[in-house]
Nanobody, 111 residues
Framework: QVRLVESGGGLVQAGGSLRLTCAASGSIFSYDRVHWYRQAPGMQREWVATITSGGSTNYADSVNGRFIISRENAKNAVYLQMNSLKPEDTAVYYC?????WGQGTLVTVSS
């Protein structure tokens, strides 16, 4: 069983930055790609970014150039550095690996 726990969300002004952390249990973590998703109020969940086991990354167009996904396998952690935040980035952010999901962390960006 894998458990994912997100943290680092909060309230930030537009233009600010936050770093989200996804902490995982289970030794398989380092062998899997990990994804960040987000779900804004009244909207469907959308993919944000992916990092492979080898460190290759991919981003949604809406966050490319502003967000950076990284991982630290020794700590079973994946991070999402979010810069130049916009009000439209407001959402609950979720970490995903295989069929496992975290509980989410809320990011609110004020204008």
């Amino acid at each position: 069983q894998v458990r994912l726990v997100e943290s680092g969300g909060g309230l930030v002004q537009a233009g600010g930055s936050l770093r989200l952390t996804c902490a995982a249990s289970g030794s398989i973590f380092s062998y899997d790609r990990v994804h960040w998703y987000r779900q804004a109020p009244g909207m469907q969940r959308e993919w944000v970014a992916t990092i492979t086991s080898g460190g290759s990354t991919n981003y949604a167009d809406s966050v490319n150039g502003r967000f950076i996904i990284s991982r630290e396998n020794a700590k079973n952690a994946v991070y999402l550095q979010m810069n130049s935040l916009k009000p439209e980035d407001t959402a609950v952010y979720y970490c995903n690996m295989r069929t496992f999901w975290g509980q989410g962390t809320l990011v609110t960006v004020s204008s």
